[in-house]
């Protein structure tokens, strides 16, 4: 239930504006209306593929000498049109038709990936992929800024837990490191030999877990997020075989049994723009696919051109041979 609900703050938070806007630029060069691709830039929408943050307004210019449409949705591909297939919108956005000279601009609110195509000449196709934006700040899971080194109190009070981590900005497939200490905050003083568990909750799962671990002083971990989402770092069982499993023992006081010494810290992990969509998309961008035509006819056309020339090889062959080696085996 308490994940439940810090994973509903996260959803708030992913929408609220937390980095200033940008507005990018794609140009529809002339000749895009031409399926034949013959533009400067050999591109319909230039670029073709763009990567921009939520909250980001992009703007299309019209530099070609027809009209043009921006429409979210897919495209026919190159030669689709050929065959009756004019694409398909979806309705997300739609410029209507804007003449040359003139533009369009529309403002992403959310996450994902759009396609787009022009309906008037549908090999006209384009991809947009709206990344949330990433604050440069640690935050909780509420989007609380954050102040390093954190403080945390076990609930009976006996110890104080400081923790840090590096970056501070948590992102996937990046090395983060947590360090944290431990103090009695009656003294102040660092609690030397303490024994815990390191254990990590992300989206409500388990997804680390450090059992007796020791420290003297102070100590780290090392961890690599795969997914983003909001996560709960917990040292919990903190106890000191010495000191404090005496004192649960007795009872006296407000000391707690060390299982139930626990503290929690929250935070968000974001999708790395670097090492995660990026990839994936760069590896398919909708001009691609036409390239691919090009490609299929070269697989039939020279496989075609050699079966003919091995046939026409083979037929003669035979007469060669006759020819040649004749004055040989005398
Ligand atoms: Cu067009």
Redesign the pocket.
């Known amino acids: 239930m308490k994940f439940l609900l810090l994973s509903s703050i996260f959803l708030i938070l992913g929408s609220t504006s937390l980095v200033y806007a940008e507005e990018y630029i794609i140009d529809i060069p002339i000749g895009?209306?031409n399926p034949e691709l013959n533009t400067v830039a050999e591109v319909w929408y230039d670029p073709p593929q763009m990567f921009v943050t939520v909250g980001d307004t992009v703007t299309w210019y019209n530099d070609d000498k027809?009209g043009?449409?921006v429409t979210s949705g897919e495209g026919s591909g190159r030669f689709g049109w050929m065959s009756d297939n004019f694409g398909q919108s979806n309705g997300i956005f739609d410029s209507g038709r804007f003449m040359p000279g003139e533009s369009w601009s529309y403002k992403f609110e959310e996450s994902g990936t759009f396609s787009y195509y022009?309906t008037?000449?549908p090999w006209?196709e384009g991809i947009l992929i709206v990344e949330k934006e990433i604050p440069d700040f640690p935050h909780d899971a509420t989007g609380k800024k954050l102040e390093f080194p954190l403080l945390q109190y076990t609930p009976d009070r006996s110890i104080e837990v400081n923790l840090t981590w590096d970056p501070q900005v948590i992102k996937t497939h990046e090395k983060i490191q947590f360090v944290y200490q431990f103090y009695d905050p009656q003294t102040n003083s660092n609690l030397a030999s303490m024994k815990y568990n390191f254990v990590i909750f992300q989206n409500g799962k388990e997804i680390l877990r450090d059992e007796g671990l020791s420290q003297i002083g102070g100590d780290y971990r090392n961890f690599v997020f795969s997914d983003s989402g909001s996560i709960i770092v917990r040292i919990e069982g903190i106890h000191s075989p010495s000191v404090f499993a005496e004192e649960s023992v007795t009872v006296s006081g407000n000391f707690q049994n060390k299982e139930q010494r626990s503290v929690d810290f929250t935070t968000a992990v974001y999708d790395n723009p670097e090492k995660t969509s990026h990839e994936t998309y760069h590896t398919k961008p909708a001009q691609r696919l036409s390239t691919y035509y090009e490609l299929m006819l070269l697989i039939i056309l020279i496989p075609g051109v050699m079966f003919l020339i091995a046939m026409f090889w083979l037929k003669k062959k035979p007469k060669i041979q006759d020819e040649t080696s004749g004055p040989l085996k005398v």
């Open positions: 895009a209306y027809e043009h449409t022009c008037i000449h006209m």
